[in-house]
């Protein structure tokens, strides 16, 4: 179908035009997100109610056209990419509803709410809305539900889908339905909400949330621990979280980030140690300020050959100005940023150091590491030239065995950013062709004709990582 | 031969930071109004996926206000990606005859000729004075005359200031050994439409101790004719200026006005390319600062309390290029009786952004409408600004929302010469 018929289509629809889009600047302005690849889509739709949704997912299924839901497109594995063209659901512009129950501990908001507006609304009333993934002032509450992202917190907090309890979701075939409610307790059937979470946009369109609050933490403690020796560092995490202290951030930076950063903006970091921890504490004042004494003492019972507690408020900002400064650094150099987050168990971190040491080596590779190492789920970046032809085809090579690193140590492909386009190739390694078919029935059931954001999670016959244009 | 500036393209790496900064596509809501959009258009257009004519819209629509910038974790030269592609557009559609001839020597008149001419400026601002002296613009306005107008020019008839020129020195020494030699900047718009800001500005500045000197052969400063595409002749009035400045050997070059400091302190990279300039160009750039910069420095002879409510809206140009937040907000608070509110999201564009709001009217009212949402949350009495573009601007918002009795707009340098006994 060409796209004046499907403009045409969708008009008696969506009930303004203004928000159907068919420009070709248009086209190619939704036609990326924050990874690799550009994909054109035959048209754009900005729908504003679960009605409209439902109606455009009926239209789709008659016609077999490809539906693809967009929050913000910070994502960094591929999620909202058009891959085979078709209609591109902006749901960016729908963030009319954000209400905040303090009552019931919830607040329920519209797909396009920004994160970071959900928090801010949840203070005013003493509570946090905990997910807090970097993008969170940019990046919608669905493309984070969708994508069950991460963030520092999630050491001590979980991630998205610990706060989510209920949805309204628009099934692929276009009929409307709610999940869970509005109790943080709810056994009645299968658990749809959380099936929804994190599926990436394949089984259903989320057109509102219920989401759970949590007490804002009355004060938080910051400190640095710099180590000679990076398996030191490793066994201060362990040592930590074993003591009986659960931090709120507990931050990873290798030597390569900690000269990059220095060499951006000198801040007087440690360039000659292989790690720097950055933790954080919350909680009760007395309490933390116990607890952040016996951490010191673990890092330096571990090897630390610095630490440094934060007195005030400020010098807490200027220790986490080293991590925030890790992306404009990393990328001064060559400006293409492969973020990956494989994650490993927490006892493995050192072994994964290793690995990723060899890899860089191997591959010689352009590969900085820093993350939230209190979780495990560390961000090995690859920084590159994608004009570079033979220097991204190293690049894959790398990726792809860190990958395996990870895997083969216990751990995961993806451990918040998603699997994407990027990461579908290694499905199979990680869930084995069983697991992968279970998870593909449970697709194949939801959408039968394939149209909600096809081309995703799964792999195609032979798929490979690719991480040129084209 | 302009070009598409392709390679800067690369270094955005698609994150979206820079999306709640943007003013346009908070109102308009649509990516192809975004920073990260905009760039990613330039890139499909070097390589050919789209037109000209396609990159056209969008490109227009920016106010260029470079919040972006401050935000962009990987430092992106939005600024320098944003130019090139005006300056291509604007000489594709000379080459293809897409501007019609009279447009286009419209436009060579207006910013080749007449912006820069002292003289040109000047009858038009004893045009003005004597349209408002006269009693002809309330006759217009009476009349309705003033309806063959359109909307947009109609707009800002309502809001012009009051022109009245006053004839000035060319030398204002300093009482003592001087603590700064100073050239001061008029810029042209400024010194005809804002003469008297100009003035203040000079006197405070002699008030707090300097010598400053204002050098007759000094022209435009470029930046309307940079943000319309029209390169060469900025690059010519910069050399104007660079070799009109060199004549004294001042500490600084001063101004009071956010867009053309912008531009003044970008000469370096506007020049960059030629060699002969490119040393001449970053001397003359770095001597450059904003009236705030020198003022907080020095001792202001305060003599009177300013009882106002007042709240801020500082100019991009100045906050976001010139990258100067501080220093005049600091001076706005030291001025004694003074009660400061802060305006919520006060980095937003207000819409002005140089002729945008003339060229892209509604689009500008759209953002102004947001803007003067959040002046009516801090309920001032009094808008500071610190650009004439940013200024007018802000006294269409109030006089569309009906506040014109209840609030009053202001440069930064009147509450400053205001408390200094300066009239």
């Known amino acids: 179908m060409n796209q004046e018929e499907l403009a045409q289509l969708l008009k008696p629809i969506i009930k303004d035009e203004k928000r159907i889009l068919t420009d070709k600047a248009d086209l190619y302005s939704y036609s990326y997100d924050a990874s690799f690849g550009v994909h054109l889509p035959d048209i754009v739709v900005q729908p504003k109610s679960a009605e409209e949704v439902a109606d455009i997912m009926k239209l789709a299924n008659e016609y077999k056209i490809p539906v693809y839901p967009r929050g913000k497109a910070t994502s960094l594995s591929g999620g909202p990419l058009p891959v085979h063209g078709g209609i591109v659901l902006d749901l960016s512009t729908w963030n009319e509803k954000l209400e905040v129950d303090p009552e019931d501990m919830v607040a329920v908001v519209s797909p396009g709410v920004i994160t970071a507006d959900i928090n801010d609304a949840a203070l005013k009333y003493g509570f946090i809305f905990p997910p807090d993934p970097s993008s969170s002032n940019v990046a919608t509450i669905g493309g984070i539900l969708a994508e069950n992202s991460g963030g520092p917190r999630g050491l001590k907090y979980g991630v998205t889908k610990d706060y989510v309890i209920g949805l309204e979701v628009v099934t692929p075939e276009g009929e409307i339905i709610r999940t869970g409610g509005r109790t943080v307790k709810n056994v009645t059937g299968y658990d749809l909400t959380k099936l929804i979470v994190g599926s990436e946009g394949t089984l259903g369109i989320i057109t509102e949330a219920t989401l759970r609050l949590f007490p804002k933490p009355q004060a938080t403690e910051t400190m640095m621990a710099v180590f000679d020796n990076i398996v030191d560092s490793g066994k201060a995490i362990t040592k930590i979280l074993s003591s009986g202290i659960l931090p709120s951030k507990l931050e990873i930076m290798d030597q390569s980030t900690i000269q990059a950063v220095e060499a951006y903006e000198p801040l007087g970091l440690p360039v000659d140690a292989e790690a720097m921890l950055l933790i954080e504490l919350d909680g009760h004042p007395a309490a933390i300020k116990e607890e952040i004494t016996r951490v010191e003492a673990v890092c330096e019972d571990t090897g630390a050959r610095e630490v440094q507690v934060a007195q005030t408020k400020e010098e807490a900002a200027e220790l986490w100005r080293a991590r925030k400064l890790v992306s404009p650094a990393i990328v001064r150099e060559k400006p293409t940023k492969i973020s990956e987050d494989a994650t490993v168990p927490r006892s493995k971190i050192p072994e994964m150091f290793q690995r990723l040491k060899e890899i860089r080596e191997k591959y010689k590779i352009d590969l900085v590491v820093f993350g939230h190492a209190g979780d495990g789920n560390l961000h090995p970046n690859i920084i590159a030239d994608k004009r570079d032809k033979e220097e991204m085809r190293r690049v894959e090579q790398a990726v792809e065995e860190i990958f395996k690193a990870a895997i083969e140590l216990g751990g995961t492909l993806s451990g918040e950013h998603g699997i994407g386009t990027l990461k579908a190739p290694f499905m199979e390694m990680e869930l084995g062709a069983a697991g992968l078919d279970m998870m593909k029935r449970i697709k194949e059931s939801w959408d039968p004709n394939n149209i909600l954001n096809p081309g995703k999670i799964f792999p195609k016959p032979g798929q490979r990582l690719v991480l040129t244009d084209g | ?423």
């Open chain 2, 1 to 423: 031969m302009a070009e598409l500036a392709y390679e800067a393209t690369f270094d955005c790496v698609q994150c979206g930071y820079c999306l709640p900064a943007c003013p346009t596509y908070l109102t308009m809501g649509k990516e192809t109004h975004s920073p990260r959009g905009r760039i990613n258009l330039v890139k499909m257009a070097a390589e050919g996926k789209i037109t000209y004519d396609e990159l056209e819209g969008p490109i227009n629509l920016c106010l260029g206000c470079r919040a972006c910038e401050v935000v962009c974790p990987t430092n992106v030269q939005y600024g320098k990606i944003l130019d090139s592609a005006k300056e291509v557009i604007q000489q594709y559609k000379k080459e293809t005859k897409k501007i019609t001839k009279r447009a286009k020597l419209f436009q060579e008149f207006v910013f080749d000729r007449a912006i820069p001419n002292r003289k040109v400026l000047s009858t038009a601002a004893s045009g003005l004075a004597l349209y408002q002296k006269t009693g002809l613009q309330t006759v217009a306005r009476k009349t309705k005359a003033i309806n063959i107008l359109p909307e947009n020019l109609r707009t800002f008839e309502k809001v012009l200031p009051k022109v009245e020129r006053k004839k000035r020195e060319n030398h204002y020494p300093a009482k003592l050994k001087p603590k700064f030699r100073i050239g001061f900047f008029t810029g042209c718009i400024m010194d005809t439409m804002f003469y008297d800001i100009n003035t203040k500005s000079i006197r405070l500045l002699q008030e707090a101790g300097c010598d400053v000197t204002i050098i007759k052969e000094q022209t435009c400063c470029g930046a309307l004719q940079n943000h319309s595409g029209e390169t060469e002749i900025t690059k010519r009035l910069a050399k104007e200026n660079i070799q009109a400045f060199e004549k004294e050997d001042f500490d600084y070059v001063v101004n009071s006005i956010g867009g053309c400091g912008a531009q003044l302190v970008e000469y370096d990279k506007l020049l960059a390319d030629e060699p002969e300039w490119a040393d001449r160009a970053k001397r003359f750039a770095e001597k450059n600062v904003d009236i705030s910069v020198i003022l907080s420095q020095l001792e202001l002879p305060y003599e009177k309390e300013v009882n106002r409510v007042v709240t801020y809206q500082p100019s991009c140009h100045l906050s976001n290029v010139q990258k100067r937040v501080n220093e005049p907000l600091e001076l706005l608070k030291s001025i004694p009786g003074i009660t400061y509110v802060e305006l919520p999201d006060k980095n937003m564009c207000c819409g002005s952004a140089g002729i945008y709001n003339i060229v892209n009217y509604d689009a500008s009212m759209e953002i102004l409408d947001e803007k003067m949402k959040h002046v009516e949350k801090v309920n001032p009495d009094t808008i500071v600004t610190s650009n004439p573009g940013c200024h007018l601007q802000m006294k269409v918002g109030v006089e569309r929302e009906g506040l014109a009795e209840k609030i009053s707009v202001v440069h930064l340098v009147e509450l400053l010469a205001e408390a200094s006994g300066i009239e």
